[in-house]
T-cell receptor, first 115, second 112 residues
């Protein structure tokens, strides 16, 4: 079955630690995205990638980093510079960049809690 | 930046009733999409309507788009308890390199 796999589903981190969230897709999609979701805030775009070896900052990129070395993979690192990292993180992909294009396919999310 | 604003923020109805949710946006768009999210899960795409379309249907879903009023509505007919979820509208503004922007969502509760 094609889809997007995020791991881990739940993650606990101590303050000052970096953590990496995994996102893998087997849909052969060119574009991939990371969103952050806080209660009552909707989804906010962190980073996106239109093609391998290229990515751009979204609306709230500070304190986060990404890489896109393979088409299938778009990991997100939450660094210690992110002041309020506790949130629900969602990875998505689309056949091409969302501008004027079709739907996004989402993973099941990763919930990060900073202790 | 917030583009779509859903209304109401929360809606509670009885099973079998229709549910109507509204979305307003600020700038011209290429298309508008509706997504559903069950609690603690990822979002699932429901329907996409392009700026030159006025109405689309998909099963029990009906979406309308009024570009003159910059608004859209999502109608779920004959609701079921399983329709309980959060619903988000998302817009793609016109212009190069536009990004899909989500509203804050509507929480729908369908009582059995």
């Amino acid at each position: 079955d094609g889809g997007i796999t995020q791991s881990p589903k739940y993650l606990f981190r101590k303050e000052g630690q970096n953590v990496t969230l995994s996102c893998e897709q087997n849909l052969n999609h060119d574009a991939m995205y990371w969103y952050r979701q806080d209660p009552g805030q909707g989804l906010r775009l962190i980073y996106y990638s239109q093609i391998v070896n290229d990515f751009q900052k979204g609306d709230i990129a500070e304190g986060y980093s990404v890489s896109r070395e393979k088409k299938e993979s778009f990991p997100l690192t939450v660094t210690s510079a992110q002041k309020n990292p506790t949130a629900f993180y969602l990875c998505a992909s689309s056949t091409r960049f969302s501008g004027g294009a079709g739907e996004l396919f989402f993973g099941e999310g990763s919930r990060l809690t900073v202790l | 930046s917030q583009q779509g604003e859903e209304d109401p923020q929360a809606l509670s109805i009885q099973e079998g009733e229709n549910a109507t949710m509204n979305c307003s946006y600020k700038t011209s768009i290429n298309n508008l999409q509706w997504y559903r999210q069950n609690s603690g899960r990822g979002l699932v795409h429901l329907i996409l309507i392009r700026s030159n379309e006025r109405e689309k249907h998909s099963g029990r879903l009906r979406v309308t788009l009024d570009t003159s009023k910059k608004s859209s509505s999502l109608l779920i007919t004959a609701s079921r308890a399983a329709d309980t979820a959060s619903y988000f509208c998302a817009t793609v503004p016109t212009g190069a390199n536009s990004k899909l922007t989500f509203g804050k969502g509507i929480t729908l509760s369908v009582r059995p």
